[in-house]
């Protein structure tokens, strides 16, 4: 990330979210920046520089966030399958 601009840094960002449908948890970690830079890039900074792609980003951070429940649901369901099974052992 060294080297860009802010405004590339946001459109790359947006990119990425597009293709992958990752989270901004999971693009902040791949982009070795924080949490609230993506968030800031991606839904403040890149609608004046590309309206229409934060238009297509915005959708997938609703769906991200309609899911978010859903997720940690399943991660806390798997962490208790896990322990129970060391404890078997």
Do not use: C, P
Request: aromatic share 4%.
């Amino acid at each position: 990330m060294k080297g860009q601009s802010i405004e590339e840094r946001a459109v790359n960002l947006a990119h990425y979210i597009i293709d992958t449908k990752d989270t901004v948890r999971g693009a902040a970690t791949k982009f070795g920046i924080s949490k609230s830079t993506v968030h800031k890039d991606v839904s403040q900074r890149l609608i004046n520089i590309n309206y229409a792609l934060a238009l297509e980003v915005r959708k997938i951070l609703d769906e991200n966030k309609a899911e978010r429940h859903l997720r940690g649901g399943m991660a806390t369901k798997l962490k208790y399958k896990n322990s129970n099974k060391k404890e078997k052992i």
